[in-house]
């Protein structure tokens, strides 16, 4: 589990070809997924992302993968950690989540950031409230 806290590029490729067992395998299944959640102006190529005139999405279809992926726990978690400690090949690293409003906006909670050329800036994150509904998801793109 300590490799999907410092997920990057070369992170998301291994385990793409772990779990599809290649990358384009991989592709096959996010566009399953995409598919089963109705997800029409959604395509993927890449597991990490970036810039490909086929790997395409809404912020709004954004929005709705990561409210499903809200459901899994261990992603939940993950996703709204500050700050952790790990450990690769026995070496101890403190990585920190670069979502700025995680720990600062109260009711943030975290779940993705990042930046290509062709996308710009991009942040998915929760709004938890008291209120129904119990949390609001918003896109930036």
Known sequence: MDLCYVLGNDSAVALAEHVGGSLEGFATLMNQKAEELGLSNTHFVTPHGLDDANHYTTAYELAVLTDYALNNESFRNIVNTQCTTITINGNARTINNTNELLG???G???V???FTNGARKVLSYILYKRRKPNYYSSVRM
Do not use: A, E, Q, R
Request: proline share 11%.
């Open 104 to 106: 600062y906006l109260p």
């Open 108 to 110: 943030v909670n975290g």
């Open 112 to 114: 993705k950031t990042g």
